[in-house]
């Protein structure tokens, strides 16, 4: 309930500090509010479209979450959401019946999410290598790969600014406007990470080790499992919030510059704060996020440049996830951990 | 939750009042301040806005993650008489908003109708722009003894690529026309560079800077905002060989440009997307059904930009507040001493070769699929 109650504080302190840095350049920002949520939430139209813009989000939520409830700091998301859309794509090209389809290019999806947080676990459960280093230089490595695959092999043959598109029986079928089936697999991910992290022994073990690593290993908790389960739990995660984007929403393909898939798993950080790295918190957190996103196009008509919504979404959202943010930076202290925890 | 009652109320109530008297521009990327193909289509749309008496409004996409929920959101207003997407990443978006909205009007700009009665598509000849740029970096590069001309273009899509076919085009025509005039010999190569981003200028200077470095002092921007970098690398090579005036050289696309680098910017191939937008709003406003609308040389809608056209350009970036290095009588000297600057007989295979074009003498090379401009990277290397 406090921590509830901070949130909204600070997305009022949020909302304030947005109103003032637009009435400082001579935009009115109440109606400029008004806009942003009559075009995210204004109709049944707007409401799917946001609630669709919303679901990759809270994949890439979890991923860092799960990350943070260990004690990790896992920003490898943006990679394995990419290599997750461009797998689950290529499943494309493969000829399967419709349904089993879907079913294949969302398993592969994961495998290859759980590849790509694979080194990333390795290098620090073996080496100490801290997974901030490890997964911005794999987020990089990630993004050129994607990048190549999209532009030289996946791409369209007559439209050049983007893949083909995934075969009918590889879609989530459209529930409607913009919002797929992909809902469910969302939600049914979000209750699965929220029932392993409080109703099972292992996501117990999880908690306990980011709670408080050496504690935890006193009591004969492995860490290294923790953390190992958790990276590679967060690495399906982000893969899925990928390969939703290309099998559950329009238009079913990759663009050139990958910009249809965006900065999802940056943005999972933010969410994961907003949502205080709570499966439930988390749906909270990527709707607000979507409607933010969505309400932008409306906002902008009232002549505030995008630059300055930019600056808008920004504030709110860094205040939303401050709090969060500032007790992770307090309680952290995995590495000395881990040593210790070799002798 | 008053609160949020109370704004999303007014929101409605701004939203309420449905007569459709404004036209909307719906930009893909970046907007308008590109000094270029988004600020000229802004231009057309406020000029029809004054001639026909009608409101603008223009807002930019925040991602294309949002393409179809923008362009819905717009078109179930009911304000609009024309939404004009601008830019070619909404190809998939904007004829599914317009087959969702069959009641409201919509325009492309850089993209076809699609077939539908309630769109215009707004196409260009580019290939005309651009194989005039060749035929002049060309002439320019072959009397400066450079092995090859360049090109930094943003993405792979078939707008850039009818440039590139035009550029590459014309370069090998201004060698064999050189070479008849003169009887000398001459070789050039082309080099295009793909950043692959619309707004990214740091991008397009380093894409720039390795093309000057390979012996390609005459360089086409066909990026947007992402070839604004290529002019500062051009002027910095220039300056730092201690020169006012090129060689190197650069290009703009779409509008005049310039204005931006006076002295080192020796032409554009000119897009007028400002008279693409004012068509459409002409066309929403009557009573035809959608079609394809070619703007060529013919229709004043591509060239080589002129002395009127460098002029309008200067004014508008005066009005537009943006800082021009010196006065803008200054600047146009400057413009017109790089003109100065290269042989006579560049204008003069300019002349000819639009001469041509105009005439139907000239067939440019197609580009609109990847294996085409494949086709034709081979046949003009």
Request: hydrophobic content about 50%; glycine content about 14%.
């Given at each position: 309930m406090r921590k509830l109650a901070e949130t909204l504080l600070a997305l009022g302190l949020g909302i304030l500090v947005g109103a003032l840095v637009m009435a400082l350049w001579g935009h009115d920002p109440w109606s400029s509010y008004a806009y942003l949520l009559a075009g995210a939430l204004g109709n049944t139209r707007a409401l799917l479209s946001t609630i669709s813009r919303s679901l990759g989000l809270v994949l890439t939520g979890l991923t860092f979450a799960v990350g943070a409830r260990a004690g990790l700091f896992n920003i490898g998301a943006q990679g394995q959401m990419l290599l997750g859309a461009v797998v689950a794509l290529s499943c494309g090209l493969l000829r399967l019946p419709a349904g089993v389809h879907l079913v294949m290019a969302l398993l592969f999806a994961a495998i290859a999410g759980m590849i790509w947080a694979l080194p990333v676990a390795v290098l620090k459960l073996t080496r100490g290598v801290s997974e901030v280093i490890s997964t911005i230089m794999l987020n990089w490595v990630a993004h050129w790969l994607v990048l190549y695959l999209v532009v030289q092999k996946l791409s369209d043959p007559i439209l050049g600014q983007r893949t083909f598109t995934a075969p009918l029986g590889m879609r989530f079928p459209v529930i409607k406007g913009e919002l797929t089936w992909a809902l469910a697999l969302v939600l049914a991910t979000a209750l699965f990470f929220w029932w392993f992290l409080w109703h099972h022994a292992k996501g117990y073990e999880i908690r306990a080790a980011g709670l408080n690593p050496r504690a935890a290993a006193a009591a004969g908790i492995s860490v290294r499992g923790a953390m190992f389960t958790a990276l590679l739990l967060g690495g399906v995660a982000a893969a899925w919030a990928g390969a939703i984007q290309v099998l559950g929403r329009f238009p079913y393909a990759i663009t050139s510059d990958l910009a249809n898939l965006g900065s999802l798993g940056f943005d999972g950080i933010a969410v994961a704060l907003i949502g205080r790295n709570h499966p439930l918190g988390i749906l909270a957190g990527a709707f607000f996020f979507g409607t933010l996103a969505t309400g932008a196009a409306k906002m902008g008509l009232r002549g505030i440049p995008i630059d300055m919504i930019y600056i808008v979404q920004g504030v709110i959202v860094v205040s939303m996830a401050a709090p969060e943010a500032l007790r992770l930076i307090r309680i952290r202290r995995p590495a000395v951990a881990l040593r210790e925890e070799e002798g | 939750?008053?609160?949020?009652?109370?704004?999303?109320?007014?929101?409605?109530?701004?939203?309420?009042?449905?007569?459709?008297?404004?036209?909307?521009?719906?930009?893909?990327?970046?907007?308008?301040?590109?000094?270029?193909?988004?600020?000229?289509?802004?231009?057309?749309?406020?000029?029809?806005?004054?001639?026909?008496?009608?409101?603008?409004?223009?807002?930019?996409?925040?991602?294309?993650?949002?393409?179809?929920?923008?362009?819905?959101?717009?078109?179930?207003?009911?304000?609009?008489?024309?939404?004009?997407?601008?830019?070619?990443?909404?190809?998939?978006?904007?004829?599914?908003?317009?087959?969702?909205?069959?009641?409201?009007?919509?325009?492309?700009?850089?993209?076809?109708?699609?077939?539908?009665?309630?769109?215009?598509?707004?196409?260009?000849?580019?290939?005309?722009?651009?194989?005039?740029?060749?035929?002049?970096?060309?002439?320019?590069?072959?009397?400066?003894?450079?092995?090859?001309?360049?090109?930094?273009?943003?993405?792979?899509?078939?707008?850039?690529?009818?440039?590139?076919?035009?550029?590459?085009?014309?370069?090998?025509?201004?060698?064999?026309?050189?070479?008849?005039?003169?009887?000398?010999?001459?070789?050039?190569?082309?080099?295009?560079?793909?950043?692959?981003?619309?707004?990214?200028?740091?991008?397009?200077?380093?894409?720039?800077?390795?093309?000057?470095?390979?012996?390609?002092?005459?360089?086409?921007?066909?990026?947007?905002?992402?070839?604004?970098?290529?002019?500062?690398?051009?002027?910095?090579?220039?300056?730092?060989?201690?020169?006012?005036?090129?060689?190197?050289?650069?290009?703009?696309?779409?509008?005049?440009?310039?204005?931006?680098?006076?002295?080192?910017?020796?032409?554009?191939?000119?897009?007028?997307?400002?008279?693409?937008?004012?068509?459409?709003?002409?066309w929403a406003l009557g009573d035809e059904p959608g079609r394809n609308l070619v703007l060529g040389i013919k229709e004043e809608g591509t060239g080589f930009s002129t002395y009127e056209d460098i002029v309008t350009f200067i004014d508008l970036a005066v009005k537009a507040g943006y800082p021009l290095a010196g006065g803008p009588e200054e600047v146009l000297d400057k413009i017109l001493a790089a003109r100065q600057s290269v042989p006579y007989y560049v204008w003069q295979a300019l002349g000819e070769f639009a001469g041509l074009l105009r005439a139907g003498e000239i067939e440019l090379p197609e580009a609109n699929t990847a294996e085409q401009i494949a086709e034709v990277r081979a046949e003009y290397p």
């Open positions: - | 939750m008053r609160l949020i009652l109370s704004l999303l109320l007014a929101g409605f109530l701004a939203l309420g009042g449905v007569a459709a008297d404004k036209i909307c521009l719906y930009f893909d990327q970046t907007g308008p301040g590109d000094l270029s193909f988004n600020d000229m289509a802004l231009l057309g749309a406020q000029k029809a806005a004054e001639d026909f008496g009608l409101e603008l409004f223009y807002t930019t996409a925040s991602s294309p993650m949002g393409f179809l929920s923008d362009l819905s959101g717009l078109a179930e207003s009911g304000e609009y008489v024309v939404i004009v997407g601008v830019g070619f990443l909404l190809f998939d978006a904007l004829p599914e908003a317009a087959r969702l909205y069959p009641e409201q009007k919509f325009a492309f700009v850089d993209g076809p109708n699609f077939d539908l009665p309630n769109m215009l598509g707004l196409l260009f000849r580019e290939q005309e722009g651009g194989a005039l740029a060749g035929v002049v970096a060309s002439l320019v590069a072959i009397a400066n003894g450079d092995p090859a001309v360049g090109a930094v273009a943003g993405m792979e899509i078939p707008p850039v690529w009818r440039y590139e076919a035009g550029y590459r085009f014309g370069a090998h025509w201004a060698v064999d026309w050189y070479k008849a005039h003169t009887g000398n010999d001459a070789d050039i190569k082309v080099m295009v560079t793909y950043v692959g981003r619309f707004d990214d200028p740091a991008g397009g200077k380093v894409a720039a800077e390795a093309l000057i470095r390979a012996g390609a002092r005459n360089i086409l921007g066909i990026a947007g905002g992402t070839h604004l970098g290529a002019f500062d690398a051009v002027e910095e090579a220039g300056r730092a060989a201690g020169r006012e005036v090129g060689p190197p050289f650069a290009y703009g696309a779409d509008a005049a440009q310039e204005y931006i680098k006076p002295g080192f910017i020796l032409g554009s191939a000119r897009k007028r997307v400002d008279v693409a937008v004012y068509e459409a709003v002409k």
